[in-house]
């Protein structure tokens, strides 16, 4: 879904979606600094723990796991917090507008900028496609077209930029709904 869909849901849920800070922190479920959402094994015991690509990415997909595109919410077990489908199956959008990370910038985290909010939206636009002009925020998660050899960027401190107007099959999102304290 292309994220203005995205927001309009969100606006008719009374929801919002996460910061990218708050949906990696959610992704880590308690597990801070662990390579997956699980820990820091790929597949402990030999099972799988998310909806990845298996085999030679783009070419050859072994479906090892019984799925060739997406998964049923479910089917891998839930995260520290109790949060299914962390990692793999879709990238999800955040609320924060992708901001490179200088090298010598302070981070949170291997990938997340110290401010946790991200850059602006102007600052967003590929540099190297400026004439497009089109803004782009962070998606986080990875999704079944990810494969170690490629793309291993379904580990909680991954993420992507994403164009906002731009929808595919393997980007979805979650919201949060926030409470007073």
């Given at each position: 879904?292309?994220?203005e869909?995205?927001?309009?849901?969100c606006?008719?849920?009374?929801?919002t979606l996460?910061?990218?800070?708050?949906?990696?922190?959610?992704?880590?479920?308690?597990?801070?600094?662990?390579?997956?959402?699980?820990?820091?094994?790929?597949?402990?015991?030999?099972?799988f723990?998310?909806?990845?690509?298996?085999?030679h990415?783009?070419?050859?997909?072994t479906?090892?796991?019984g799925?060739?595109?997406?998964?049923p919410v479910g089917?891998?077990?839930?995260n520290?917090?109790?949060?299914?489908?962390?990692?793999?199956n879709?990238?999800e959008?955040?609320?924060?507008?992708?901001?490179?990370?200088?090298?010598?910038?302070?981070?949170?985290?291997?990938?997340?900028?110290?401010?946790p909010?991200?850059?602006?939206r102007?600052?967003s636009i590929?540099?190297?496609?400026?004439?497009?002009?089109?803004?782009?925020?962070?998606?986080?998660?990875?999704s079944?077209?990810?494969?170690?050899s490629?793309?291993?960027?379904?580990?909680p401190?991954?993420?992507?930029?994403?164009?906002?107007?731009?929808?595919m099959?393997?980007?979805?999102?979650?919201?949060?709904?926030?409470?007073?304290?």
């Amino acid at each position: 879904m292309a994220l203005e869909d995205v927001e309009a849901f969100c606006r008719w849920a009374e929801a919002t979606l996460p910061t990218e800070a708050e949906w990696e922190f959610a992704a880590r479920g308690g597990l801070d600094g662990a390579i997956f959402p699980w820990g820091d094994e790929e597949r402990p015991g030999g099972q799988f723990m998310a909806n990845t690509w298996q085999g030679h990415f783009p070419w050859q997909n072994t479906e090892e796991d019984g799925y060739v595109f997406t998964s049923p919410v479910g089917t891998y077990p839930a995260n520290g917090h109790g949060l299914l489908d962390m990692a793999g199956n879709v990238w999800e959008w955040t609320s924060d507008w992708f901001a490179a990370t200088p090298p010598s910038a302070p981070t949170a985290s291997c990938c997340v900028p110290q401010n946790p909010r991200g850059g602006e939206r102007e600052a967003s636009i590929n540099p190297h496609h400026a004439h497009f002009r089109i803004p782009r925020k962070v998606v986080k998660g990875g999704s079944h077209l990810c494969a170690p050899s490629y793309c291993l960027r379904y580990r909680p401190a991954a993420r992507q930029p994403q164009d906002i107007d731009t929808g595919m099959s393997h980007v979805g999102f979650r919201c949060v709904i926030r409470t007073q304290a």
